[in-house]
């Protein structure tokens, strides 16, 4: 490889990869899904009941949601629940990721004869942003990516050994699939298979009797162990015939059922058509999206001439595109386990890809970059806020800020510090994503331990925009009894002061809150807001930041009766 991608290259990206996913791991603004919030809830409920099984949850019609793998993670990891932060949370997901991304570079680097091109593979893969968005908080996704790639990470691996072992090979993907449908979905057994299926086929050389005779039973196995692994669910819990119909019904057989028109429509047109879930896969790769284009351009001009590897990543991701456009709900999420495929593509591919890839990259970096920095200043002038204080920067994010943008324009000029660069800023990009919100994980943005002393056993409303929503905010009000409300009534003073005793109001950054006379304030803080309308979103990029961005939040305290909390419908659930 040339120079531009040196050993003292992968060593600085790789220590700037690892800082960017372990940097913010507790963060309530990280990247994510909002499946973090019912996940949590139901690992707490779990937890609290004091047994592995049945899942609990206080949600309507969210209890067997996913297979008990994940919340038996959390369980553990917080120590059934005794130690409970997003940090305890979370972290066997960046370790269930930093492990996909090790077993990528091995892959990577055995084939391709390349320790370099292994390095870089992992690097890109971590770049991309579903895999920071996906691969940090507490969900299903990094476990199922790991586990699904580790038995395609180990064919590239051993190769022959692992083609034309009877028995070893196929127990050991059995259990791996196994321990992936345990963390996900049965439902991915069937691409899954299908791209095994296809490996064996290219490896007899496209010889349908060769592979029905050697390998179709190995697959067979691979399945019965995976389902096998996946049935102990069943097998464990008290109550199967609940996940039958919550889960086997509702979760998986539902996405086939047709959701606008009619399943051939939703197939040509719409928000689940196969060309939103064709474009969705590639912005998987965020701000390498472009890069990731180039390389499969690259692949189709050279298809007659694709290493044996080269044909087996690509059946990975085909079998799961095929799959995964049949049901009627498709999304780019579900290709999560082939972007380390992709991105060993665009490693393999790395020296002989156009620079205009990686020089988009670099302009989406500048962009995002500019805009974080252009909303810095404007909220490190806002005037001091009563009563919660003024939003600072530390002079390391300003270091950040201004390291990020040199080095992002240096690859815009130095061609041969372009492709490099590119890769680096992404990981820069991110930090300065977690940096730029820095202020409200502090004092900034949360109440005082004088405030949440007066909540401790109180019932308390907030307002949700997401079920189990109340989850977040049980981390800024430990000890308190949360109830929701519908997050847009939150600026609805009067109304929620008249119905409950004790609640959490939302005001514009500085309009104090009309109260009652009898009314109390007992905490404040800032918070982000979300769901804009197009009217505040052009405000905003005109300077008006602090006014449609962020609220002040009030807790008031009421001479309101205490409602009658069984005739109340809790928004959060």
Partial sequence: ????????????????????????LDSRFAPKNGDEYPYMHIVRMTADAGNWLPLQSQMDGIKNTKPPLIFWQGIASTGWASEWTLANLRWPSVLYTGLTAFFLFLAVRRFSGKTQTGILASLIWLSFFATYRYGRPFLTDPPEVFWITLPFFALLYWGRSAFESKLFF????????GLALLAKSFAYIVPASFALGLYYWRWQEWSIPKVLVRDLYKVILVCVLALGVFALWFALDPYPEAIWSEFILGENAGKFAARQTNYLMDFIRGGDSIWLLLITTIANAG??????ISTLVQCWRGRRFLSFEEVLLLLLVGAFLLVFSLPSQRSGRYLL????????????????????????????????LSLLLWIGVNLQLMPFIEGAGAWIYSYCHWILMAAGLMIVLAGLVRPNLTKTVSLAGCFVVYCALTSSLAPLEGRLGHFSSASIAQLQGKDVWIPCDYRAKDEEYRLLMPGAKLHGYLAKDAGDINGLTTAYPLVAVQTPLGVAPELCESCQIIGQRMEMRARHSNEEIVEMFKGQIGKHLFVIEYLVSTPASIPELSNIKDVCR
């Avoid at 196929?170 to 699939?177: H, K």
């Avoid at 701000?287 to 990731?292: C, E, K, M, R, W």
């Fill in 287 to 292: 701000l390498f999206s472009f890069v990731l």
């Fill in 170 to 177: 196929p127990i050991f993907s059995g259990i791996c699939f």
């Fill in 337 to 368: 386990p082939v972007m380390p495929a992709l991105a060993a593509l665009i490693a393999l591919y790395w020296e002989k890809l156009p620079l205009w890839g990686f020089r988009i990259a670099l302009a989406l970096q500048l962009i995002v």
């Fill in 1 to 24: 490889m040339r120079a531009s991608f040196s050993y003292r290259s992968a060593l600085f990206i790789l220590l700037l990869g690892v800082f960017t996913y372990l940097y913010g």
